[in-house]
């Protein structure tokens, strides 16, 4: 998988407008992992993307009201049968995180870059999830010199108590084997050895 210019040459790219410049170009020092499903369980169609950018329907479904008229994107997504789409170049800032701290350090949308998961915190994600996922992220380690295996977050891990994605069902364990495979190693992360 190979970054140009900030932006994945293999992903469909779909632009979002809600996005900024980071206050410190250089500083990407963080990847937090996500889990969305739009309606929630609901897998498959463009709501995703329609929310991303700013052109959900509120009367397409219940919950789209409550959501719609929110501004917020993510860099990439990887879809269920492992599609990625990404909506923000790398450099710059997404608004993924929200009210978030992460080591102390608050507003961690200002240095990281947010991934996002197609599923739901109760549903296992897929095989091809985590493959695709491990090469993005093997990608970003390669290419973006402030990241590390072991700066890999859940958005649960830098807002806990109002997030709780990725879910119980994301398996670090088999993510940070696939990233070993690749050449990067954790020391830890998540307090896991592997």
């Known amino acids: 998988m190979k970054i140009i210019d900030n932006w994945l040459a293999n992903a469909r ?25 739009l309606p929630p369980g609901e897998f498959g169609g463009n709501w995703i993307d329609c929310l991303f950018t700013n052109t959900l329907e509120p009367t397409a479904h219940p919950y789209f009201e409550r959501i719609h008229g929110f501004r917020v994107s993510a860099h990439a997504l990887i879809r269920r049968d492992g599609e990625i789409v990404q909506y923000v170049p790398f450099h710059r800032r997404a608004w993924h995180a929200g009210i978030s701290n992460y080591e102390g350090r608050e507003r961690c949308n200002d ?11 109760d549903i296992p994600y897929t095989g091809r999830q985590y493959e695709h996922l491990a090469d993005l992220l093997s990608a970003l380690l390669a290419n973006y010199p402030g990241l590390s295996p072991d700066r890999i977050v859940g958005h649960s891990d830098i807002a ?12 670090w364990e088999r993510l940070y084997r696939l990233l070993s495979a690749r050449g990067f190693q954790p020391t830890g992360g998540r307090g896991i050895l592997v």
Request: aromatic residues 4%; charged residues 30%; negative net charge.
């Open 13 to 37: 790219r779909l632009e979002s407008c809600n996005c900024d410049d980071r206050p410190d170009s250089g500083d990407i020092s963080l990847v937090v992992i996500h889990g969305i499903s």
């Open 111 to 121: 240095f990281s870059i947010g991934i996002e998961l197609e599923g739901a915190d």
């Open 160 to 171: 806990p108590g109002r997030k709780t994605d990725p879910g119980p069902r994301f398996d």
